[in-house]
């Protein structure tokens, strides 16, 4: 090889030495220098997610209590257990196999589940299971320990599971929080008080990615939610929904059925339910039987898995909805309160006003029936407001005209929503003054035309009795935070005076004439002084669109008490009954009427009672055994009862008695006194007979002619009362003197 040459290819190689050393120290300043400066914050970030982990510490959820602080839902410590399968695959196979076993049967998942998760060797976290209770916990943490797993991460982070502790009570109005925390009601509506900040753990790890010790992690405590303090009493809640519930079992109600009770004077909504209700601890099961049967047929029917999830879908958003607030209903009769107090307002009509019904009205040709098809003839004005007369409210309405009317219908708040502190208030629909001509007005007047929710009219009834102000419904009394302080506490708003004072009280007493009249209606209680108005409107509209196969309607009564000084109102709404009563006095009158039984002495309402009404009270049947004819006569006098002697008196002491001791019974009643020794085969005997259909004086006198004593159950006495049951059939033998309890009521639009 030539010197020269090989010099010369010595060069060059030393060139290209030094030309790539000094590309490649130039690339890498470049590189340093991006790193450093220009994308110094980007690096940093990459290089602290390297370097560490976090993980979310979840804020305990507020309380919901009642208004006596009674626990409606809240929320408790959880654990999620959190593995890593990288460390759990550094394992020998039949250690991890052992470990993943262990851990299946302590939280109840399959193991097939965790073999998979481990082979994802890259992941350093993993949800083995949410929501496990501490001792879960603990039992993971001895089996680790007693196993010498040290090394594997599994680690439990706090978590919180929200309850509701009295299952159904309230559930329309409380909502409930999903996997999700995607809230309904007021777990919605008060989300941003209730849910509270989330805090976190921040932890170093080292090259290989695991956790550092202690003293590397920095913890940033979470802040609790605020609690809810209701204006709901749940005792008064647990009367209506349990009422509810009965009437929508016995009347076959298609719809569901809701209730408000609501403080007149200052909108606090003291019980809200819609029935059936549901679980919000499991929301997602079917609580309406119709609709399980729905469900039930389409599975039958071989209906696809998507067509069988809409509709499942479809039953949960009902299922959920509050239909006191989201629904909407054709009020009917309970409206005519509403026409009546704007025409004695506007002073068009009075108390000495008088309104002729033949049983229908011919309004610009459009024939309006009564319900009493035979009309009523001519009727006073609280008159027309008891019978219920159609004819005589066209009448009053067109007194008004379309002006007034439209004005007061605003008034009264049905324009608009009433501002109530839960999700989804729906809008009313009703005939605006611009379209209204004097049908429309005619139908109006009388509750057939217009669409409102249960909480407008329950609010709007409340304006009429309670001195005329329209108040603000609401369910909320106070928000406090941990420490027990208030964060902000509500407020009576009173919107408007709707009406003056003078024409609330000719309101009240108007009312208050309906419940009592012809002996008292379904609403009626001895002792009270309730006020009230019934209402049975035609579901026309879904009649005409094909939607149910009949015309259908809703039963509705508002009361008031006590109607002297309003306190409470309260409304029931039951929708499509099937079972053959339709109106609002026979279907919705007695939930109302049960629900004061039980509750209007808790409320702190008690009864007053009227000599007449003191005559008629139930009695107890004392002890007399033992006791001589005079004695026992004496005794039995005075408990209001009256004496019937089986056997000679002379000498002889009382050895049975009918109805026996404890015994419940109307002042006035016969108990049957044997005495002497007379043995049990020879008491006398008697043929219940069959009351249902009889008045109460009727029933009265067939069960007092076979010797046996009548109890009276059901509200209404009156004339228009009819016996629907007796606790015992017709035909049975029983002794003489037992106490056959009657139900009356009154089936029709009276009241």
Request: glycine share 8%; net charge negative; hydrophobic share 35%.
């Amino acid at each position: 090889m030539n010197v020269k040459t090989t010099r010369s290819m010595r060069i060059r190689i030393i060139f290209v030495i030094v030309a790539l050393c000094v590309f490649l120290t130039g690339y890498v300043s470049i590189t340093l220098f991006n790193a450093a400066v220009v994308n110094s914050k980007e690096m940093s970030a990459m290089a602290n997610d390297q370097q560490q982990s976090s993980f979310t510490i979840k804020a305990k959820r507020g309380t919901i209590y009642d208004r006596n602080n009674k626990v409606l839902a809240q929320s408790t410590t959880v654990w999620d257990i959190i593995i890593s399968p990288g460390d759990i695959e550094e394992y020998e196979p039949q250690n991890r196999e052992f470990i993943c076993k262990g851990l299946s049967e302590i939280l109840d998942v399959k193991y097939e589940t965790l073999i998979k998760a481990c082979e994802d060797t890259e992941s350093r976290y993993y949800v083995a299971k949410k929501k496990v209770d501490r001792d879960t916990v603990e039992k993971i943490n001895k089996f680790i320990l007693k196993n010498d797993l040290k090394n594997v991460s599994v680690y439990s982070v706090e978590n919180s599971e929200r309850s509701y502790p009295n299952g159904t009570l309230a559930a329309s109005v409380l909502g409930f929080i999903n996997e999700n925390e995607e809230g309904y009601g007021l777990e919605a509506y008060y989300n941003s008080y209730l849910k509270g900040v989330d805090g976190r753990v921040v932890s170093t790890t080292d090259a290989d990615g695991d956790v550092m010790p202690y003293d590397y992690s920095s913890r940033f405590a979470a802040k609790d939610g605020n609690s809810l303090v209701l204006t709901i009493d749940e005792t008064l809640q647990y009367y209506l929904e349990k009422n509810l519930e009965i009437t929508v079992s016995q009347h076959k109600l298609a719809n569901r059925s809701t209730g408000i009770i609501m403080n007149a004077k200052t909108g606090a909504i003291v019980a809200m339910a819609t029935a059936p209700g549901f679980d919000p601890n499991d929301p997602s099961y079917v609580y309406f039987e119709n609709d399980r049967l729905t469900l039930a047929q389409m599975s039958a029917d071989k209906k696809t898995e998507e067509e069988i999830l809409k509709a499942k879908q479809d039953i949960w958003g009902k299922q959920w909805q509050n239909k006191a607030v989201s629904e909407l209903y054709i009020p009917g009769s309970v409206f005519k309160m509403f026409t009546c107090a704007s025409a004695l307002e506007e002073e068009v009509v009075s108390l000495d006003s008088t309104f002729e019904c033949s049983g229908i009205a011919d309004v610009a040709g459009t024939k309006i029936r009564c319900w009493n098809i035979g009309g009523h003839g001519v009727s006073t004005l609280t008159e027309a407001m008891i019978r219920s007369c159609n004819p005589a409210f066209i009448k009053i309405g067109q007194l008004l005209g379309v002006e007034k009317f439209s004005r007061y219908f605003e008034a009264f708040g049905f324009t608009e929503k009433t501002g109530i502190d839960l999700p989804g208030e729906a809008d009313s629909l009703y005939v605006k003054e611009s379209d209204m001509g004097i049908v429309e007005l005619s139908s109006s007047a009388f509750g057939q035309t217009t669409k409102v929710t249960p909480i407008q009219m329950v609010t709007a009834a409340a304006a009429v009795v309670n001195g005329g102000k329209l108040v603000t419904p609401y369910v909320v009394d106070k928000i406090i935070d941990g420490e027990g302080n208030v964060v902000k506490s509500a407020q009576t708003v009173v919107k408007r005076q709707v009406i003056s004072e003078e024409t609330s009280a000719t309101m009240r007493q108007i009312l208050e004439d309906v419940v009592t009249a012809n002996g008292g209606g379904n609403a009626y209680m001895s002792g009270y002084r309730i006020g009230g108005k019934s209402g049975t409107s035609e579901k026309i509209d879904d009649y005409n669109s094909g939607k149910t196969p009949e015309l259908r309607y809703v039963a509705t009564f508002c009361a008031i008490v006590p109607i002297d000084d309003p306190e409470y109102v309260m409304l029931v709404v039951c929708d499509e009954p099937t079972s053959g009563y339709i109106y609002g006095s026979a279907i919705a009158a007695p939930v109302v009427s049960a629900v004061f039984k039980e509750g209007l002495e808790y409320m702190g309402i008690y009864p007053q009672y009227t000599a007449d009404e003191l005559a008629q009270q139930d009695v107890t049947v004392p002890w007399v055994g033992g006791y001589n004819s005079i004695r026992a006569e004496a005794q039995l006098t005075a408990a209001g009862l009256k004496a019937e002697y089986i056997g000679s008196t002379d000498g002889t002491e009382v050895t049975g008695q009918v109805p026996s001791a404890g015994t419940v019974m109307p002042s006035g009643s016969t108990v049957m006194l044997y005495m002497g020794d007379i043995p049990l085969s020879d008491y006398r005997m008697s043929t219940v007979p069959n009351v249902i259909g009889m008045t109460v004086e009727e029933a009265n006198k067939a069960l007092s002619n076979a010797g046996l004593n009548i109890s009276i159950s059901g509200a209404a006495t009156g004339s228009e009362a009819k016996a629907v049951s007796q606790s015992v059939n017709s035909g049975l033998s029983v002794y003489r003197g037992t106490v056959i309890e009657v139900n009356f009521l009154v089936n029709n639009e009276t009241g």
